[in-house]
């Protein structure tokens, strides 16, 4: 996510009802952002800690059909805000929805390999060959939704070399890739195996925090 938003019409749909500084839009940012406030230990990880990653992924890496609900917030290092998310997906197909919450106003990018839809602008439902395309021509943001499929599991995605760090609960709590910094804060370590709770991810000037509250994996 290196490019400059551009000042596009678009974009100004999305970001200007999360910028307002009504306090409840701020409250609701702060309250995700705080997350931020305690970075995690993070130590190398030894062979043990290693072979327990590789056996997550391995568990893992075959789940397509999930949804997961939670808390999203963003910001570009000059605009932000705050909503609702939901994520279902189902193989190849994806539907990622966020929720503004001071406005009601929503944001739905949807698809499969047939091509991708973006509803929630002010000038109707854009398409586009595939995901990543539509957002950088919309809203000027280069998303790695791809990546993130893997990322917001605790994987490592395919894409190319990925360094780790882990927690003192031996559970990842950094992964570096495609120029990304993908901090882990907390899991669901009490699940098998463990999911990720909340995802911090990072490449200037792209700021994302996710808060999961439920993780639905289905066969």
Same mark, same amino acid.
């Given at each position: 996510?290196?490019?400059?938003?551009?000042?596009?019409?678009?974009?100004?749909?999305?970001?200007?009802?999360?910028?307002?500084?009504?306090?409840?839009? %701020?409250?609701?940012?702060?309250?995700?952002?705080?997350?931020?406030?305690?970075?995690?230990?993070?130590?190398?990880?030894?062979?043990?800690?290693?072979?327990?990653?590789?056996?997550?992924?391995?568990?893992?890496?075959?789940?397509?059909?999930?949804?997961?609900? =939670?808390?999203?917030?963003?910001?570009?290092?000059?605009?932000?805000?705050? #909503?609702?998310?939901? %994520?279902?997906?189902?193989?190849?197909?994806?539907?990622?929805?966020?929720?503004?919450?001071?406005?009601?106003? &929503?944001?739905?990018?949807?698809? #499969?390999? #047939?091509?991708?839809?973006?509803?929630?602008? $002010?000038? =109707?439902?854009?398409? #586009?060959?595939?995901?990543?395309?539509?957002?950088?021509?919309?809203? =000027?943001?280069?998303?790695? +939704?791809?990546?993130?499929?893997?990322?917001?599991? =605790?994987?490592?995605?395919? &894409?190319?070399?990925?360094? +780790?760090?882990?927690?003192?609960?031996?559970?990842?709590?950094?992964?570096?890739?495609?120029? %990304?910094?993908?901090?882990?804060?907390?899991?669901?370590? $009490?699940?098998?195996?463990?999911?990720?709770?909340?995802?911090?991810?990072?490449?200037?000037?792209?700021?994302?925090?996710? &808060?999961?509250?439920?993780?639905?994996?289905?066969?």
């Amino acid at each position: 996510m290196t490019a400059v938003l551009p000042v596009h019409a678009a974009r100004a749909t999305w970001l200007r009802p999360i910028r307002a500084t009504r306090p409840a839009s %701020w409250a609701c940012i702060a309250a995700v952002l705080l997350l931020a406030a305690c970075a995690p230990v993070r130590i190398k990880g030894d062979a043990g800690m290693l072979e327990a990653q590789a056996a997550r992924e391995a568990a893992l890496s075959g789940q397509d059909h999930w949804t997961l609900t =939670g808390r999203l917030a963003v910001s570009n290092g000059r605009d932000g805000g705050s #909503g609702s998310l939901t %994520w279902e997906q189902d193989g190849e197909r994806y539907d990622f929805t966020v929720r503004a919450p001071v406005t009601g106003r &929503s944001f739905r990018l949807h698809g #499969g390999p #047939g091509g991708a839809v973006l509803e929630g602008l $002010d000038q =109707g439902p854009m398409r #586009g060959a595939d995901a990543e395309t539509l957002m950088a021509r919309a809203l =000027g943001w280069q998303v790695p +939704l791809r990546d993130l499929r893997a990322w917001v599991l =605790g994987l490592r995605a395919d &894409s190319g070399p990925a360094q +780790l760090g882990f927690g003192a609960d031996g559970l990842p709590s950094l992964l570096q890739q495609d120029g %990304w910094k993908v901090e882990y804060r907390d899991w669901y370590a $009490d699940r098998t195996p463990a999911l990720p709770r909340k995802v911090f991810a990072e490449r200037q000037p792209y700021r994302v925090r996710l &808060s999961i509250e439920n993780w639905d994996l289905r066969p």
